[in-house]
């Protein structure tokens, strides 16, 4: 079975950065699609972004497009979402998620998942 948990959520500004890390142990991650969504309060799971498991190929929302990049290191069986120029409606909670899929987009398509971190924006 496969364990993921994230970290490096917080408070920041608005224009600031974060890095989130999603760990994963147990049943091997670099054979999975890595996938990042989110819930703002009252919201719909979202969609952030996803990267394939070799890393060579990564899909954003328009709504992050330019301003975050998701990342892996397959040998630390780590991925990452680097957040930049974050704004209020970028407060979340923040899941990230493993799929043996190639191409998956909706949550339903993911059977694994973190505990999530907190990311609030204040302007």
């Known amino acids: 079975q496969l364990q993921l948990v994230e970290s490096g959520g917080g408070k920041v500004q608005a224009g600031d950065s974060l890095r989130l890390s999603c760990a994963a142990s147990g049943r091997t991650f670099s054979s999975c699609t890595a996938g990042w969504f989110r819930q703002a309060p009252g919201k719909e799971l979202e969609f952030v972004a996803r990267?394939?498991?070799?890393?060579?190929?990564?899909y954003y929302t328009d709504s992050v497009k330019g301003r975050f990049t998701v990342s892996r290191d397959r040998a630390e069986n780590t991925a990452y979402l680097q957040m930049n120029a974050l704004k209020p409606e970028d407060t979340a909670v923040y899941y990230c998620?493993?799929?043996?899929?190639?191409?998956?987009?909706?949550?339903?398509?993911?059977?694994?998942w973190g505990q999530g971190t907190q990311v609030t924006v204040s302007s």
């Open positions: 998620a493993g799929s043996l899929l190639e191409e998956p987009s909706n949550p339903s398509q993911y059977p694994y």
């Open positions: 990267i394939s498991w070799s890393g060579d190929s990564a």
